[in-house]
């Protein structure tokens, strides 16, 4: 997988390959090569290099790794059950019964844990917000060494990565301070350490799903980032 350059490409082949064949019966989307359904029983397989996500049946799950056992050798795999959480691209995958209906959620605790202990920042003094206001950014616009400016753009690299992922509630802020990744300013050093700092105090939060027949949801979102003073958005 990893010994040469062309390996993910001969990897990716080989498993498409196999999931076309007559055995298995799956068709590869055309807008997206990683995804595989099967035609006969709609079984979904996601594949992102050698990590894999199925969608469908307990039956029909059983029956997809079972034939993936036979024909390439597994580290594990499992379904997501109350109880039974799956990491899956560093993302935890949980599910809780609330009432009648199945609730799932995912979330990057773990991997947000470990930046801040890196950063130094896990346990800090709580926040309510990833940003107050913007005046904390733009109060002080000296440029920081080169040193510290080349951690701030990694620690905005890795908040970039989980506001995309699981934390959409510091997209803005982080967005904000992404702005200022060419020159880094003491400003933009204060508003990144303020964003970690709400990390620490919502460490693990979570997005949460209802449970629902078919492949769609309908979603409607309200937010406001007013004391930023940007518009306030609403979306369906």
């Known amino acids: 997988m990893y010994g040469s350059t062309d390996a993910p490409l001969r990897w990716h082949n080989t498993f498409s390959e196999w999931m076309t064949s007559d055995e298995m019966g799956y068709k590869q989307a055309k807008n997206d090569k990683c995804l595989?359904?099967?035609?006969r029983t709609k079984h979904k397989v996601g594949a992102h290099v050698d990590d894999c996500i199925t969608r469908g049946s307990k039956a029909q799950t059983k029956v997809y790794w079972a034939a993936a056992a036979r024909r390439f050798e597994l580290k594990g795999w499992g379904i997501v059950e109350p109880g039974q959480s799956r990491i899956y691209l560093s993302r935890k995958i949980s599910c809780e019964m609330r009432g009648s209906m199945m609730w799932y959620s995912?979330?990057?605790?773990?991997?947000?844990a470990d930046f801040?202990?890196?950063?130094g920042m896990l346990g800090v003094r709580p926040?309510?917000?990833?940003?107050a206001s913007r005046t904390e950014l733009m109060e002080n616009r000296v440029e920081l060494d080169k040193e510290t400016a080349a951690k701030v753009r990694s620690q905005i690299g890795s908040m970039s990565y989980f506001a995309t992922k699981t934390r959409p509630d510091i997209a803005c802020e982080v967005n904000l301070v992404a702005q200022d990744m060419k020159v880094p300013r003491t400003g933009t050093a204060k508003a990144v350490k303020r964003?970690?700092?709400?990390?620490?105090?919502?460490?693990?939060?979570?997005?949460?799903?209802p449970r629902v027949p078919g492949n769609e949801w309908e979603c409607f979102s309200a937010v406001s980032?007013?004391?930023?003073?940007?518009p306030t958005i609403y979306s369906v």
Do not use: F
């Open 36 to 39: 595989y359904v099967h035609e």
């Open 106 to 112: 995912m979330d990057q605790e773990r991997d947000i």
């Open 116 to 119: 801040l202990e890196a950063e």
């Open 127 to 131: 926040v309510g917000a990833p940003m």
């Open 195 to 209: 964003i970690m700092a709400y990390l620490s105090s919502t460490v693990g939060k979570r997005l949460w799903v």
């Open 225 to 230: 980032y007013t004391h930023l003073t940007l």
